[in-house]
């Protein structure tokens, strides 16, 4: 089946610095999408991406469409101590149906204040 | 907009009892979801319908696993008998058509 590797795995910085997050497939998505997950809490969509190429934002957090659709990343500048938590990236392929979402095991954040 | 609800949110049970997991998607959504998150891992897709029909049911254990969403709204994933490797969050979610997931908080099952 379909995979995501999501890297880095855990990340330690310190309040104010920038993060960058990348995840890296086999197969080709249509939609690129990146989720925060708090402890005791369902993942949350912060960004949407649906075309190869696009570079999206939404506040601090940044992400692009890879070109060959098979690869995104999420940048966050200046982090802040409510960026503490699990990023997850996901792939999405959409058929007559409906899409079906296929995610990557997790960026882990912590960050110092 | 009120989000995906889920219930309960935290259930213990011993191996081989059986346990029962209830969503109610946002309302609208046509496609529901039922995830498994194992600690440390992302989530992995149980089962999808789209209306009160099964889209893609390939990676459920049906053997223990059931699901159902007979009138196209509410759902509900069984598990019976469990295992203790079925410890791990369940999480709902539903979409509009080719739209993002928007998820529940999930169910915390334990299984001792």
């Known amino acids: 089946g379909q995979q995501l590797n999501q890297s880095p795995q855990s990340m330690f910085i310190q309040e ?9 497939s086999s197969s080709i998505f249509n939609t690129w999408l990146w989720y925060k997950q708090d402890p005791g809490e369902g993942p949350v969509l912060l960004i949407a991406l649906y075309k190869a190429g696009e570079l999206t934002s939404n506040g601090r957090l940044t992400a692009q469409f890879g070109i060959t659709r098979k690869d995104s990343f999420l940048n966050i500048s200046a982090s802040i101590p409510s960026d503490v938590g699990i990023y997850f990236c996901a792939g999405q392929f959409f ?9 990557g095991d997790g960026t882990t954040l912590t960050v110092k204040p | ?3 995906v609800a889920q219930s309960p949110r935290y259930k213990i049970i011993e191996k081989r009892q059986s346990v029962a997991f209830w969503c109610n998607p946002i309302s609208g959504h046509a496609t529901l979801y039922w995830y498994q998150q194992i600690l440390g891992q992302g989530p992995k897709l149980l089962i999808q319908f789209q209306n009160n029909g099964v889209v893609d ?5 049906k053997d223990r696993f059931s699901a159902e969403r007979l009138k196209g709204v ?3 994933l069984k598990i019976q008998p469990a295992k203790l490797e079925d410890s791990a969050v369940y999480l709902c979610a539903s979409s509009q058509r080719n739209s993002p997931l928007h998820f529940g908080n ?3 099952l334990t299984v001792t």
């Open chain 2, 1 to 3: 907009e009120a989000g």
């Open chain 2, 57 to 61: 049911d390939s990676q459920l254990p």
């Open chain 2, 74 to 76: 509410d759902s509900t």
């Open chain 2, 106 to 108: 999930g169910t915390r």
């Open chain 1, 16 to 24: 104010g610095e920038d993060v960058s997050m990348n995840c890296t």
């Open chain 1, 95 to 103: 058929n007559t149906n409906a899409g079906k979402s296929t995610f």
